[in-house]
T-cell receptor
Framework: KAGVTQTPRYLIKTRGQQVTLSCSPISGHRSVSWYQQTPGQGLQFLFEYFSETQRNKGNFPGRFSGRQFSNSRSEMNVSTLELGDSALYLC????????????FGQGTRLTVV | GDSVTQMEGPVTLSEEAFLTINCTYTATGYPSLFWYVQYPGEGLQLLLK?????DKGSNKGFEATYRKETTSFHLEKGSVQVSDSAVYFC???????????FGKGTKLSVKP
């Protein structure tokens, strides 16, 4: 059974640009959550999607957005990148909402220069 | 709001030493508790979990017991190996947004 796949693994972007990250959950899992990991703030919840609907959202500015497709794959987008957006972005999948035994991908390392 | 506090690292141990990583939590309600492990360059892997008070989670020689009276979920292993070197995260379920809430992580280095 394939795990959670995140692409790309590494990205370098310039301030002001936008970026899109992709996450394919485990087959059969319908809920996808996104987390930002930084040395200073640790792991912070961005948002959760289930059945193509955003269920929950963390305390991040509107520059951070996401969506989920009918096949449960999810993308997150960050517009007008800032240096502080440099982080490891982790995607987690669960069978459904409220299932907290999450399976994480390897993450996308975003560097903003 | 809900929160998790775990001991600061890094923790450096010799192979076969006893490991304890302290974790305490603050939560309304009755959350599930988790330990995740992150190896260098990797995402997080679930190590063990406990869903109610007095439950003991265990996996790969690691153990943690859900202590409601002390709001703790300390991670222990009797004899660590070099391959256990990683960052360990304590987490609880059910944040206000229905998400996992993580501690800051504790980096463990095991020397041969």
């Amino acid at each position: 059974k394939a795990g959670v796949t995140q692409t790309p693994r590494y990205l370098i972007k310039t301030r002001g640009q936008q970026v899109t990250l992709s996450c394919s959950p485990i087959s059969g899992h319908r809920s996808v959550s996104w987390y930002q990991q930084t040395p200073g703030q640790g792991l912070q919840f961005l948002f959760e999607y289930f059945s193509e609907t955003q269920r929950n959202k963390g305390n991040f500015p509107g520059r951070f957005s996401g969506r989920q497709f009918s096949n449960s794959r999810s993308e997150m987008n960050v517009s007008t990148l800032e240096l502080g957006d440099s982080a490891l972005y982790l995607c987690a999948s669960t069978p459904g909402p409220g299932d907290y035994e999450a399976f994480f991908g390897q993450g996308t390392r975003l560097t903003v220069v | 709001g809900d929160s998790v506090t775990q001991m600061e690292g890094p923790v450096t141990l010799s192979e076969e030493a006893f490991l304890t990583i302290n974790c305490t939590y603050t939560a309304t309600g009755y959350p599930s508790l988790f330990w995740y492990v992150q190896y260098p360059g990797e995402g997080l892997q679930l190590l063990l979990k406990a869903t109610k008070a007095d439950d003991k989670g265990s996996n790969k020689g690691f153990e943690a017991t859900y202590r409601k009276e002390t709001t703790s979920f300390h991670l222990e292993k009797g004899s660590v190996q070099v391959s256990d070197s990683a960052v360990y995260f304590c987490a609880l379920s059910g944040g206000s947004q229905g998400n996992l809430i993580f501690g800051k992580g504790t980096k463990l280095s095991v020397k041969p």
